[in-house]
């Protein structure tokens, strides 16, 4: 079993930035993908930002260009950064963890993008 614990959602203004973390905890396998995933209001779970144990990184074009993705594996950690954030981006922020074929998710963390 992976835990996953998420921080550093809020309120930001449009243009503004936040950055992400989620820290992992259990039983953690040296290869899996990490990243993020989001919920808006009345629309579907969709994928942000995910990494690879060889770095592979895979962005959805919505946030290509503005979010990064990195990650601390001393740490067991994923970060992601947000920047010039839009309106659109308002969502519930998913932390996800596939490894062994199985994929575990954080309870999620509000980000809110509004002036």
């Known amino acids: 079993q992976v835990h996953l614990v998420e921080s550093g959602g809020g309120l930001v203004q449009p243009g503004g930035s936040l950055r992400l973390s989620c820290a992992a905890s259990?039983?953690?396998?040296?290869?899996?993908?990490f990243g993020w995933y989001r919920q808006a209001p009345g629309k579907q779970r969709e994928l942000a930002a995910t990494?690879?144990?060889?770095?592979?990184?895979n962005y959805s074009d919505s946030v290509k260009g503005r979010f990064t993705i990195s990650r601390d594996n001393a740490k067991n950690t994923v970060y992601l950064q947000m920047n010039s954030l839009k309106p659109e981006d308002t969502a519930v922020y998913y932390c996800?963890?596939?490894?062994?074929?199985?994929?575990?998710w954080g309870q999620g963390t509000q980000v809110t993008v509004s002036s």
């Open positions: 990494i690879t144990t060889r770095s592979i990184t």
């Open positions: 259990g039983s953690i396998n040296k290869w899996y993908v």
């Open positions: 996800m963890r596939t490894q062994v074929e199985n994929t575990y």
